[in-house]
């Protein structure tokens, strides 16, 4: 292992046992790979790229820093919402907006990073519009990066057909991938993104800046999905153990620990088919429960169909869809008393629930003494007397 390699793994490891387990719980889970042609450090989403030499420059506190830097473009998304904006200008942005958070809550970053107070507070989207176009030129982004496309180096270890990466623009590189991959990869990180937090908030080593703008900056039509993996993440906790070493970590001389994973278990889903809930609104919830079928992957999910009473129970293998098209409701009135009923009547034994309804009734039964979400649609201001809600947008 090399020296900037070890540097890289102490670095990460104090972080993740220490006081900043959520950046630390985050570095383990992604793959850290030497490249000369990086000027200093990027990433593409799936994993972190750093230029050894770099590395070895720079002060303790500034490589934790520029880690956290990098970090925080993955956990906010930012090589997927890059998209068709002007990646150089993007970059700069992005930069922006996140310095100024890592400087507030107490880190030192390199003497070259971008800073700006104008820019508190805001989005990098909204940086974004107030930049003028001709900075993109004139101005490096945050952590140190020249100008100018590199080849791969051969401390990569990668084979021939390897895509070149081009860090002219900035640290933050283009995901790329076909669709279903970009999905897929975003699936990704607010899954480990909602485990990391969890950790970290039950351990109490959460920054409230960077819980706060983890929340705000996430576009409204993903919110759902992120709330979703919130609720379930301690529910269904992912874990490492020291006990038995990361396979592919050792190949590049690293010890470092796997995931231990507790499993996901059963989940009941109720869907509320009444008359109230329109066909628009129906199609949602069942683009919704495909979600949790292939994407969360329970050891079991029971679907109960419910109106004014459980009329159909279907229940399905882990990533197994729902087949949408033969899908029939019984639209009649509204109680969700029955479903908790059902479940308990038929031994279901849930490790959570989640009911996809318009929330226009007010027969919830008892608590089932399990975590319970609800996803509401429309403007029905009933309000469940235990569980958490989410509202959608219909």
């Known amino acids: 292992m090399s020296e900037a390699s070890k540097r890289i793994v102490q670095t990460t490891v104090q972080m993740a046992i220490g006081g900043e387990i959520f950046f630390g719980s985050l570095a383990l889970r992604y793959e850290w790979q030497a490249d000369k042609a990086c000027p200093t450090m990027a990433t593409d989403g799936k994993r972190f790229y ?50 100024i958070l890592i400087r507030d809550c107490g880190y030192k970053l390199p003497s070259m990073a971008l800073l700006d107070n104008r820019y508190a507070g805001m989005a990098w989207e909204q940086i ?39 860090y002219s623009n900035g640290d933050v590189l283009s995901a790329g991938g076909t669709a279903e991959e970009r999905a897929d990869l975003e699936q990704q990180i607010m899954t480990t993104v909602a485990q990391a937090e969890q950790t970290a908030r039950v351990a ?22 992120y709330l979703f993996q919130k609720f379930m993440a301690p529910i269904f906790p ?20 796997s995931l231990l994973k507790d499993g996901v278990g059963k989940l009941v889903v109720g869907l509320d ?65 029955p479903v908790f009923d059902y479940s308990s009547e038929h031994d279901l034994k849930p490790k959570a629930f989640v009911y996809l309804t318009d929330m226009e009734c007010d027969d919830f039964g008892p608590d089932p003494g399990v975590p319970v979400l609800w996803f509401q649609v429309g403007n029905y201001k009933s309000r469940p007397p235990f569980g958490e809600v989410i509202r959608l947008k219909s």
Request: some cysteine; overall charge positive.
């Open 273 to 337: 088919t009444s008359a109230s809930v329109s066909k628009a609104e129906l199609e949602m919830f069942l683009g919704l429960i495909n979600h949790f079928l292939t994407k969360v992957k329970p050891e079991k999910t029971h679907l109960l169909y419910c109106d004014t009473t459980v009329y159909k129970h279907e229940m399905f293998k882990p990533g197994q869809p729902m087949d949408v098209s033969e899908f029939q409701a019984q639209r009649g009135g509204t109680r969700f008393r």
């Open 50 to 99: 750093y230029n050894p030499d770099f590395v070895l420059s720079i002060t303790q506190d500034e490589l934790k820093a520029v880690i956290i830097h990098e970090i925080m473009h993955v956990a906010l998304m930012h090589p997927l919402r890059i998209k068709s904006h002007d990646h150089r200008k993007a970059n700069i942005a992005m930069d922006f907006a996140i310095n």
């Open 128 to 166: 974004y519009k107030l930049l003028p176009q001709q900075q993109q030129k004139q101005n490096q982004p945050s952590n140190g990066q020249g100008q100018g496309q590199g080849q791969p180096s051969q401390d990569q270890g990668q084979g021939q057909g390897q895509q070149q990466r081009d």
């Open 238 to 257: 992912v874990d490492y153990t020291w006990q038995r070493p990361s396979r592919r970590f050792m190949g590049q001389g690293m010890y470092m620990p």
């Open 204 to 225: 109490g080593k959460m920054p409230g800046a960077l819980r706060d703008l983890l929340v705000q900056v996430r576009e409204p039509e993903e919110d759902y999905r």
